[in-house]
């Protein structure tokens, strides 16, 4: 068995930060990732002109009173821009009129990170000891024994032991809920206000297309699109530099059972077809599509999120904190923030109250 005195059990921001902050800390630490890759739901499709760049496919906003992640990204040495907003907004009222055209979208207000989001993973794997970091370690059970966490994982079919005094899980409340219940040694309040807990936007999906040119801009349009007949429900410039690089993306507004009804390149295809009908026939020579179902993602969306309204999360930590503590366990995702839960922000400010505990 392997001992680690802090064991983080995901890798997406929240756990990647608890490792850059651990190790500026020297406090050993183990952060084991389920998955292949490291961001969780930061993800970001590779540009064919700038591989460097990384088109969002999960969150990229930044909103002006969110300083934690500002100043992580200027401490990272990653620049911020402002969302492309200039222009006319779209309001797309049937697929048998075109849309109506309003003048002057008005200021966001929103932040980008130049490259995508995905350059804040990269940065943070970069500032981490990389021997620290395992993928494909996927948690099939954890365990309560004699004051010390004990962790069962499978990697390429062999399964592992590992255990810790700390324990640091970075996953939204309700894929925590399915490892630790049935467990004596956590409360049933706990145990049901994870599984009440939504993940953030776990039933949703993205879609994003990239072009050579801006044509949206260059016809004096924001790139904004509100509709009421979907697929996508709004749509936004989706460019990761103020000056290149450049795309459309939407969120897509039809529920998970109707997307799960259909394959990708049927989505794909449905998703252009709207952008044509709005944007005209420029908008069919896109370079690239992407589109991610986040519903489809067995690592972020359970059967309960699939079937809600997309909601933000409410977890009162504060009424478990007692009986955390006693068992030196901490929940960092971002949903357990109690400030902007369910964003970056959120992520950051969820890993910065739990590794005062950890460190003190």
């Not at 009173?65 to 907004?89: C, M, P, T, W």
């Not at 499978?154 to 640091?168: A, C, K, P, R, V």
């Amino acid at each position: 068995m392997k001992h680690q005195k802090v064991i983080i059990v995901g890798g997406g921001l929240a756990g990647l930060y608890a490792a850059y902050l651990l190790e500026q800390q020297r406090i050993p630490y183990l952060l084991l990732e389920s998955s292949a890759r490291l961001g969780g739901r930061i993800l970001g499709a590779q540009s064919k002109q700038q591989p460097e760049h990384y088109f969002d496919l999960g969150p990229a906003w930044i909103f002006p009173h969110q300083k934690k992640i500002q100043g992580l990204v200027k401490q990272l040495g990653i620049a911020l821009f402002e969302q492309y907003a200039s222009g006319d907004v779209l309001y797309q009222m049937s697929e048998q009129q075109p849309p109506k055209r309003i003048k002057g979208a008005g200021d966001l207000q929103l932040l980008k990170m130049q490259g995508g989001s995905q350059s804040l993973i990269s940065a943070l794997q970069l500032s981490v000891d990389k021997n620290k970091i395992q993928l494909n370690h996927e948690i099939t059970r954890i365990e309560r024994q004699a004051n010390l966490w004990q962790l069962a994982v499978s990697h390429n079919g062999i399964e592992q032991t590992f255990s810790s005094d700390e324990l640091m899980l970075a996953m939204p409340p309700r894929i925590i809920a399915k490892y630790l219940m049935n467990k004596h040694w956590l409360s049933q309040l706990l145990i049901s206000d994870l599984q009440n807990s939504q993940t953030w936007m776990a039933g949703q999906a993205k879609f994003v297309a990239t072009y050579a040119t801006p044509f949206w801009r260059e016809k004096g349009l924001s790139g904004q699109l509100f509709s009421q007949t979907g697929p996508m429900v709004e749509t936004h410039d989706a460019s990761t530099d103020p000056h290149q690089n450049h795309g459309l993306f939407g969120f897509i507004g039809w529920p998970s059972s109707r997307r799960s009804q259909m394959s990708e390149q049927q989505m794909k295809d449905a998703c252009v077809a709207q952008l044509v009908s709005c944007y005209g026939p420029d908008a069919l020579d896109f370079t690239e599509c992407f589109f991610k179902d986040w519903a489809e993602d067995e690592f972020t969306c359970t059967s309960k999120d699939r079937l809600e309204a997309s909601r933000h999360p409410e977890f009162t930590l504060s009424e478990h904190q007692q009986e955390l503590n006693a068992l030196h366990l901490h929940l960092i995702g971002s949903e357990f923030a109690s400030m902007d839960p369910g964003y970056l922000e959120g992520a950051l400010d969820a890993v910065q109250r739990s590794t005062l505990g950890v460190c003190s």
